[in-house]
């Protein structure tokens, strides 16, 4: 199984469940898990986490050396990601809902008809939601495309702090 990442993943590991200053078993097994092929991150999703530097931030400055491990190496297909707008989403977006949506739709994309395939979100479920403010499990689920969250990935793959 790959399993890819939303941006939000490795945001959330580093401010709330695993700062890389305290929990540094969590980074090189995650690094690791990339590097054999097992997680990797849509370059869309990629320029999400870097372009949202701030100062001072130590995700960044750790995954920006990593980032050739972690980024999926493949294109997406225009016509799939059109397809998640319109049918996870609808038909009859605005421009401004298109942008509000944010690069989940690449995300979803990649997974689309792949059965080997995960998206992983912390995201949760929300299906109240209509439009460009559903949330990608939701979106997932209507497009029959696993998404699990990250401590379902976490504990699949087998992470431990004594991993190695």
């Not at 050396?65 to 493949?74: A, G, M, Q, V």
């Not at 998640?84 to 690069?103: H, K, N, Q, S, W």
């Amino acid at each position: 199984m790959l399993y890819l990442f939303d941006a939000n993943v490795l945001i959330t590991a580093s401010n709330v469940y695993y700062p890389l200053d305290q929990i540094p078993e969590f980074w090189s097994w995650v690094e690791h898990q990339a590097t054999i092929g097992n997680v990797k991150i849509p370059l869309e999703n990629l320029e999400e986490i870097l372009e949202g530097r701030k100062s001072d931030d130590p995700l960044l400055d750790w995954l920006s050396p990593r980032k050739d491990r972690f980024s999926l190496d493949e294109a997406v297909e225009p016509a799939k990601v059109q397809y998640v707008v319109a049918r996870g989403y609808a038909p009859d977006l605005t421009d401004d809902e298109i942008e509000e949506l944010g690069r989940d739709p690449f995300l979803i994309a990649y997974a689309l008809n792949r059965s080997e395939r995960c998206v992983v979100t912390t995201e949760v479920s929300k299906p109240s939601r209509k439009r460009h403010k559903r949330h990608v499990p939701d979106v997932c689920r209507d497009l029959a495309i696993n998404c699990q969250n990250p401590f379902h990935v976490y504990r699949a793959l087998g992470f431990r702090t004594g991993w190695r």
